[in-house]
């Protein structure tokens, strides 16, 4: 919906106020390409995630390069760039504070303005850790938004870093209704409504409005009270940006200070990751049933990470397969299945003793449900779990 007539080829020669709105203008063109991209493939995660790889790649190689060229120095910029996406309200209210992005009024759509909406901007901390994380801040959120009787507006991007990726990329990210389900949130009575669908309907008018009718940023740490004291106001947002070295630098800390946690409501579902673990349940019934084994058992083996934790010294030896495999002999019969929900990188090689004894399954083994290759390993887990 913007505006955007800059390369890197037209910053080279500017100064001063040109230079700096050529290459924040061509920062937003990259990431808006790399959004678009990722938006527009398939939400399907039976086709996988990992092939949000090369979009992520191509925009933070694309941003490294113009940033360490004509537009090296430019103060709004980095070179070492985490992520793509565009955190919501935050990158685009400072773009058209600068003047550099053209403010959209959308005054016909009147019903915009018949609803009052809660957003919460990027938690730096939250959008680069892991599933957990990123669900018991949106629980949060979500709580807040039923609280306030907003409509909640979710973030389209959703990002991890590498540790738990095992990605090169210093944050990986892909859209959010890939990895998690929100259309729950519509059996809640304000509902809720996805950043970009709220810019298409609402236009940006009140990403810089100094009327508290109209825009209200709140700090990251306002208790829920004052929150609730902004009744009147369009868009109330709750700002992280300085969050990150704070008691609040996770968001699901807002609730555990200002929210009963007796009343929270669901979590973002895992839908879509149920369907898929579904089926591998259904393929380890039908073998059952097919005679190929009387019985079967899942095992979940956690090791990876948590082997230098000091709040774990005996995990290695306890998840040893020799350990596992004196649990597990009373119990079963040889040739039963074994399906093992694991982090342990080489499987087939840690668990070889295991297949002397038992038919192995797995997320990276059973073919004929998933294929692995088309997955983070964190989704895997996930599915796992």
Known sequence: KFEVNCSNESCLGLKHFEIEKCC?????SISKRAEDTMRNSALSLEEGDIRFIK?????????????????????????????????????????????YLKNIIKTEEIDCFDKHYLLWTRVPRDYAMGHNH???SFNCMLKEAIYLNRTLIVDDFVGMQKVHTNINLPIFEVPYNLWYNSTFLNDYEAGYIMWSEFKEKCGTASLTSKDQEILHEAHFSTSAEVMESFKKTFLLVRDFRKSAESDFRYGFKICKHFYDKSDMPM????????????????????RNKNGLNDDYVCIHVRRGDKLNKKEYPNLAEETSPERILELLDPILKPNATVFIATNEKNLAEFFQPFYLK??????????????HRLFLPSTLALIDY
Do not use: W
């Not at 924040?24 to 937003?28: A, D, G, I, K, R």
């Not at 941003?63 to 992520?83: E, H, I, M, N, T």
């Not at 973002?268 to 673990?277: C, H, M, Q, R, T």
């Open 267 to 286: 979590r973002p579902a895992k839908y879509i990751f149920v369907e898929i673990a579904k089926k591998m349940i259904s393929y380890l019934e039908e």
């Open 24 to 28: 924040s203008l061509e920062n937003y």
């Open 55 to 99: 979009p992520n790649k191509k925009c933070l190689e694309e941003r490294q390069k113009f940033a360490s060229g004509p537009c090296k120095g430019v103060r709004y910029l980095k070179p070492d760039f985490k992520g793509c996406t565009f955190s919501p309200f935050v990158s685009e209210q400072l773009l058209i504070s600068k003047g």
């Open 358 to 371: 038992y038919e192995i399954a797995s997320v990276y083994k059973v073919s004929s449900v998933i294929d």
């Open 134 to 136: 990123h669900l018991a």
